[in-house]
């Protein structure tokens, strides 16, 4: 017991409690890196932010480690952190706010998105200006259960770097044929079903079908 109050005597409270730098740097610092990486993600492209690959992940968490010390600079204290995590916040709500009642200038900003797929066919041109392969479009379309870029209506990458996926839908015929099919199948069934109660009924084995 006294090992431990004298434990939290000890602690140096003031450094845990006035930042390190003054709290204008400590206020400067974050907006500085906020502002720097969302234009440099703006500039990188859409694919830095899907994380299409190993690569672009690696990127993003190298980043964010990066920027740390520019953003704490010498400064381990509580409150340093505390300043400088309201800052971030605050700077972010504000942003959002300005591009919510500002639409049009939000969608110069991020971008519109891209369409890479039209009717089963691919827009080369839109996937080398996303630096986009079609085999990471292949890959992604086979995780939403699309088995070919064939069978794809409508492919768009979001401003945001979201993938969208519209599939085909089936010819009105073959949806018909499919239903005569299906329909075939529960006669079949019933009809089955029928002859063996007949043959029940009569006291006899049932036909074979």
């Known amino acids: 017991m006294h090992g431990t109050l004298g434990a939290l005597i000890s602690l140096d409270w003031a450094s845990m409690a006035v930042p390190a730098i003054s709290i204008l740097e400590k206020v400067l610092r974050p907006?500085?890196?906020?502002?720097?990486?969302?234009?440099?993600?703006?500039?990188?492209?859409?694919?830095?932010?899907?994380?299409?690959?190993?690569?672009?992940?690696?990127?993003?968490?190298?980043?964010?480690?990066?920027?740390?010390?520019?953003?704490?600079?010498?400064?381990?204290?509580?409150?340093?952190?505390?300043?400088?995590?309201?800052?971030?916040?605050?700077?972010?709500t504000l942003v959002v706010r300005f591009f919510y009642r500002h639409p049009a200038l939000q969608a110069a900003f991020e971008g519109r998105p891209d369409v890479l797929v039209l009717d089963g066919k691919v827009n080369d041109a839109r996937l080398a200006k996303e630096l986009l392969t079609r085999e990471e479009l292949e890959e992604a379309a086979h995780k939403q259960g699309i088995a070919s870029l064939e069978q794809v209506e409508k492919a768009e990458m979001d401003p945001d770097g979201d993938l969208f996926f519209v599939q085909k839908s089936p010819p009105p015929e073959e949806s018909r044929h499919a239903e005569i099919l299906a329909r075939l199948a529960e006669l079949a069934d019933e009809l089955r079903s029928l002859r063996e109660e007949l043959a029940a009924g009569a006291g006899r084995p049932a036909p074979s079908s």
């Open 31 to 92: 907006l500085v890196v906020y502002a720097f990486l969302v234009l440099a993600l703006r500039v990188a492209g859409k694919r830095e932010m899907a994380q299409l690959n190993s690569f672009d992940f690696v990127v993003l968490l190298l980043l964010s480690n990066t920027v740390q010390n520019a953003i704490i600079g010498e400064d381990n204290s509580v409150s340093g952190g505390i300043i400088g995590g309201i800052t971030l916040l605050a700077a972010n």
